[in-house]
């Protein structure tokens, strides 16, 4: 199952940014997913959601937020990044960003305060922010380090993909993520943008 509406209108002061939503019985979540985003008080942005043809009542809950999501698709995949890249292929926006089934923004205006961010340092090309990791009743801030440190981030970590826009162009130059590695294709994914001076790294002071 694949239907589409179409994308709002991006404006120059807002451009669009496609969030992609990737999940397989993800009914415990999920409608927390889609109320944080149809929150939002960006206007510039879709909410495309992938379905693994999920067997519990994720897809009673697609059918009933029918109205807040752009595009949804519900068939069997093969694993995570395999979805992930039908998401990126059916993106329409400048921007791309993950938001797992069990994550949320950080409040209403999260999507709007890192494209602020973006719109003062317009040069970049992936643009990463903070999260907050919940643990229990505690939530952590997780800040990650400035591009400089980037790599060194990845010998023993990753950078957040769930707080990460990157032009809908950089995954041209990537490619997809590789199926080939069935647990650690977006670390692959993010190896190639630091490999790649063409692919120009910036961080954005806010939580998303």
Known sequence: MATDHAPPAATRDAPLVSIITVCR????????????????????????I?????????????????????????????????????????????????????DVF??????????REIARQPEGDV???????????????????PPDRALEEMVLGCLPHQSTLARRGVFRRTGPFDLRWRRHADYDWWLKVLADPAIRLRQI???V
């Open 25 to 48: 019985n993800a009914a415990a979540t999920l409608e927390a997913c889609i109320d944080s985003v149809a929150a939002q008080s960006w206007a510039g942005r879709e909410h495309i």
């Open 50 to 102: 992938i379905d693994g043809a999920s067997s519990d009542a994720t897809p009673a809950i697609l059918d009933r937020r029918r109205a807040d999501l752009a595009v949804v698709v519900s068939e069997p995949d093969n694993g995570l990044y395999d979805a992930m890249n039908k998401g990126v292929a059916r993106a329409s926006g400048e921007f791309i960003l993950f938001l797992n089934a069990d």
């Open 106 to 115: 950080a409040g209403p205006d999260a999507l709007g305060d890192a494209m």
């Open 127 to 145: 643009y990463y922010g903070s999260l907050d990791v919940r643990d229990g009743p505690v939530t952590h801030r997780h800040v990650p380090p």
């Open 205 to 207: 002071d806010t939580t």
